[in-house]
T-cell receptor, first 111, second 114 residues
């Protein structure tokens, strides 16, 4: 069953690091993991993508362990403007490349 | 602004009716994706087109259909509408056919079925 699972919500404070984990047990070797950010009344916005080990860009890092059954989005030194819903997305090739979003993690950054 | 244009922004219609949602991808993007977002179902993948051809299908109902035209714009047709079809419908586009990839989302069409 192609499924992705992530925590419903988490709170943090300005300047802290936020780590959001997504579980995707049935991921295949070359299935990619992508993360999006969504603000109210807007379309999701791409953050980062990877399929193994670690990927880093100017806004986030993505950690993928060797078994690839989960992945962790890391947001360094969050600010109030990072308050949003974060989604992981996996394209399960074995399921006909069905793109499957997690339920979203609502991150609240407090002053 | 993502460069992806969706029209209309809002749509209110009655049960049993048919509507068409339109999406213009970013210039140069060949892939178009359609998603449905509702409070109880979250973000659901509906369908992916690449350069006019269907590439992948998700949880798209038989009452729904889509197509991508030669000029690369896409339309999502929803028929025999039910109250449960009320949702935000997003279109996204990307350069290549590999999915998932960095895709750019439009602002969405909010459909209300009454």
């Amino acid at each position: 069953l192609a499924k992705t699972t992530q925590p419903v919500s988490m709170d943090s404070y300005e300047g802290q690091e936020v780590n959001i984990t997504c579980s995707h047990n049935n991921i295949a070797t070359n299935d990619y993991i992508t993360w999006y950010q969504q603000f109210p009344s807007q379309g999701p916005r791409f953050i980062i993508q990877g399929y193994k080990t670690k990927v880093t860009n100017e806004v986030a890092s993505l950690f993928i362990p060797a078994d690839r059954k989960s992945s962790t989005l890391s947001l360094p030194r969050v600010s109030l403007s990072d308050t949003a819903v974060y989604y992981c997305l996996v394209g399960f090739k074995a399921a006909g490349n069905k793109l499957t979003f997690g339920g979203g993690t609502r991150v609240l950054v407090k002053p | 602004d993502s460069g992806v244009t969706q029209t209309p922004k809002h749509l209110i219609t009655a049960t049993g009716q048919r509507v068409t949602l339109r999406c213009s991808p970013r210039s140069g993007d060949l892939s178009v994706y359609w998603y449905q977002q509702s409070l109880d179902q979250g973000l659901q993948f509906l369908i992916h087109y690449y350069n006019g051809e269907e590439r992948a299908k998700g949880n798209i109902l038989e009452r729904f259909s889509a197509q991508q035209f030669p000029d690369l714009h896409s339309e999502l047709n929803l028929s025999s509408l039910e109250l449960g079809d009320s949702a935000l419908y997003f279109c996204a586009s990307s350069v290549d056919s590999r999915a998932p990839t960095e895709a750019f989302f439009g602002q969405g069409t909010r459909l209300t079925v009454v």
